[in-house]
């Protein structure tokens, strides 16, 4: 499957790095990133696949689907929202499928675009689904029959943006070369993408149903997978403010639901380098709160000159005791990572 991908973001990063499907064409709408190439603002070297600020050239790439990014911080400006209807109207008029990640816009809008991509025999898919705790109802009975005996690894952050995702991926990908049979649910809406068992986005859906979702989720990948272990990776973090509207992450209640509702086996806490103040506070609430111990501290170097890392890191597994790395940057220590997962 060919892809265009609208509007640079984490999400975006994630399909581009991990992603099933290929990429073709990347656009944003910042000039400052005009000309980027992906491969090397991810740090993993050039891959040719170039950000531009045409849109007109973008949708003339021969695409199956273009999926839309952003998420809510995105929104929440006029400007963007003006354009992204503009261009989703644009890719459906030319029998693209469109893959929306809004999780704020469906409903009535949501609707417009269906009928205009049913006109041109194409698919609007939207993200946001406040109902898809419904596709896992027949679970229900099966896990009070028998409980989810798989080993559960459920990565939970200080913070957005603290490598939760990408931890989860690489941490996947590394078990299955030793041999295992991995499961994973993925919580953002590029998870469908990226090669994740099951998606669920807990923002939209209510919030008594998303911890549930997120159980039966790991439940059904037991069932049909039979995986030697099942990973599962969160959203924001334990503390974050349920103010922090703009970016529509619904601050902490969103990785409570994650981390309840995956009921871990082992619990992996990442955090930005920036942010390794709230590592001791994450520590001690999920302990607290699920009777684990944190098993390894994954710190996101992104954007730290080196030596400074190495110093950080080194300070964070001194004073907690946690073997503590930089997936990307310090891949030295992976196998002690996996070793710690295995046993």
Not at 42 to 50: A, E, F, I, P
Not at 104 to 133: H, M, Q
Not at 272 to 282: M, T, Y
Request: glycine share 8%; with cysteine; proline share 3%.
């Amino acid at each position: 499957m060919n892809a265009i991908i609208h509007h640079w973001d984490q999400n975006a990063h994630a399909i581009v790095r991990f992603g099933c499907i290929n990429v073709v064409a990347v656009y944003d709408e910042r000039p400052k990133l005009d000309g980027v190439d992906t491969g090397e603002f991810l740090g993993s070297g050039k891959n040719g696949l170039r950000i531009t600020n045409d849109f007109s050239s973008v949708i003339e790439t021969p695409a199956d689907i273009m999926i839309t990014t952003g998420e809510g911080f995105y929104f929440t400006k006029k400007e963007n929202v003006s354009e992204w209807k503009k261009n989703v109207e644009c890719a459906l008029k030319k029998g693209i499928k469109v893959y929306s990640m809004s999780k704020i816009l469906y409903g009535e809008k949501t609707e417009k675009f269906r009928t205009l991509a049913k006109e041109n025999n194409t698919v609007f898919e939207d993200a946001s689904d406040p109902g898809a705790f419904s596709k896992y109802e027949k679970y229900i009975a099966l896990l009070e029959k028998e409980p989810i005996k798989a080993p559960v690894v459920c990565f939970t952050g200080t913070s957005m943006n603290s490598g939760k995702l990408t931890a989860q991926m690489i941490t996947c990908r590394k078990l299955e070369e030793s041999g295992l049979v991995v499961g994973s649910v993925g919580t953002e809406p590029s998870a469908k993408f990226i090669g994740c068992d099951e998606q669920i986005v807990p923002e939209v859906m209510p919030t008594m149903r998303g911890a549930q979702a997120i159980c039966l989720a790991i439940k059904k990948i037991e069932h049909e997978k039979k995986p030697n272990i099942i990973l599962v990776a969160g959203q924001t973090g334990l503390r974050a403010s349920v103010r922090d509207i703009s970016p529509s992450r619904a601050g902490a209640i969103v990785a409570w639901q994650v981390l309840l509702g995956s009921n871990p086996d082992k619990v992996v806490l990442c955090s930005k380098w920036s942010n390794i103040e709230e590592i001791r506070s994450h520590i001690a609430l999920i302990k607290h709160s699920t009777g684990k111990d944190v098993c390894a501290i994954i710190i996101n170097g992104y954007g730290c000159e080196r030596e400074k890392l190495m110093n950080i890191m080194s300070d964070v597994e001194n004073k907690t005791g946690i073997l503590a790395f930089d997936i990307i940057a310090t891949p030295e220590k992976i196998t002690q990572y996996l070793n710690t997962l295995k046993n």
